[in-house]
């Protein structure tokens, strides 16, 4: 008897676009072979057998935070002992001390929502680091900080954004999209962006130019259709903008957050199943990160297998995720990466922060 699976098998070898139900029932298999064989068929059709990964540095410029959301570690009030900030010299040392190595090719700015900062700190740290590090690619800021931007300063998302690009800001990452659900937002993040927040400020950076990154927070308290709901907006965006460079999937960590004791890591099984049906679903995104900080090498190696060809980059000095007991290490080797890839059968390519060939390796 011919079944869902039957006709989902036969669209993805025809390239043919899943519907919001196929994708459920997807989520719904434990086939995680098929799933895996599935998506590697979609893999290899976009990018053959290259895995791509970067140099670059991460830059967290403070961990204060006003919107303390229930599944963040890494936030704190300004009077925590744990609290910290960052000034303008101390950024510029540490992007100059990074940049000695000569593979640096990107530093990825993020921080928390600071009550007392100015939209002009964020602004001079990307003009001060452009001046001193030209060639170095800037991709700063999620599009909740951004939001929060638009806030604090009584400027439109447009200006913020307009501002930081003339300023030198390149790229954005994909963070603080966690699950595009009100539902969600109003339980777990009620004091940051919405949903629909979230997506106008990609939407505005894809029409100024301005590339960024899209990913999802899974395995709290959001259901399989829900996940199905956030990947489908994510497709329609990008169909309407085009805007979006990689996709990646980040397995929530509940250590030293409030929903510590509450809710269970959730497994490799669906780690793997939920890289593997992004891949299927996302069909217009060429590139789907297996991100072996939140995921931890080897599994991020094995979503190799399950339709990723990107495992990110050396990353240098993570905070966020580590501030949730992550066990992966805080950085990598250009080195370790390398053989990580080869040792999955695939061929390692060093990348820039737009995607264009370094090195084929």
């Not at 700015?109 to 600071?114: A, E, P, R, T």
């Not at 106008?200 to 899209?214: D, P, W, Y």
């Amino acid at each position: 008897m011919n079944t869902v699976f039957d006709d989902i098998e036969v669209k993805v070898k025809n390239g043919i676009r899943l519907t919001r139900e196929e994708g459920i029932a997807l989520f719904q298999s434990n086939d995680l072979s098929w799933l895996g064989y599935l998506a590697n068929i979609v893999r290899q059709r976009i990018s053959g057998e290259y895995v791509y990964f970067n140099v670059n540095r991460h830059i967290n410029l403070t961990n204060i935070c006003t919107a303390r959301c229930d599944f963040c570690a890494f936030g704190c009030d300004a009077d925590s002992i744990q609290s910290y900030t960052m000034d303008k010299d101390n950024v510029i040392a540490i992007a100059i001390q990074a940049a000695k190595d000569a593979d640096l090719r990107e530093l990825h700015i993020v921080s928390g929502l600071h009550p007392d900062w100015s939209f002009e700190y964020y602004l001079d740290i990307i003009t001060s680091l452009k001046e001193r590090l030209p060639h170095i690619h800037l991709k700063a800021f999620t599009a909740v900080e951004i939001t929060y931007f638009a806030k604090v300063s009584g400027k439109s998302v447009r200006q913020v954004l307009t501002e930081l690009h003339c300023a030198g800001l390149d790229s954005m990452p994909g963070g603080g999209a966690e699950i595009l659900s009100d539902r969600v937002r109003g339980e777990l993040c009620p004091n940051k962006a919405t949903a629909s927040e979230w997506l106008e400020v990609a939407r505005t950076a894809h029409q100024l130019g301005i590339r960024s990154n899209a990913s999802m927070l899974y395995g709290h308290i959001e259901t399989l259709e829900e996940r199905i709901d956030h990947l489908l907006a994510l497709r329609d965006l990008q169909d309407e903008t085009g805007g979006f460079q990689t996709f990646i999937c980040f397995p929530f960590h509940p250590n030293n957050t409030a929903l510590d004791g509450k809710i269970i890591k959730t497994s490799v099984w669906d780690q793997l199943k939920t890289v593997a049906i992004s891949r299927l679903m996302l069909d217009n995104f060429q590139n789907i990160k297996a991100y072996w900080v939140m995921l931890t090498l080897p599994i991020a190696q094995l979503a190799l297998g399950f339709g990723a060809n990107d495992i990110d980059g050396t990353v240098s000095e993570e905070k966020i995720i580590h501030a949730a007991g992550a066990k992966s290490a805080t950085s990598l080797t250009k080195e370790a990466i390398i053989e990580t890839i080869r040792e999955a059968g695939r061929i390692p390519v060093e990348r820039d922060s737009m995607y264009n060939i370094v090195k084929i390796l």
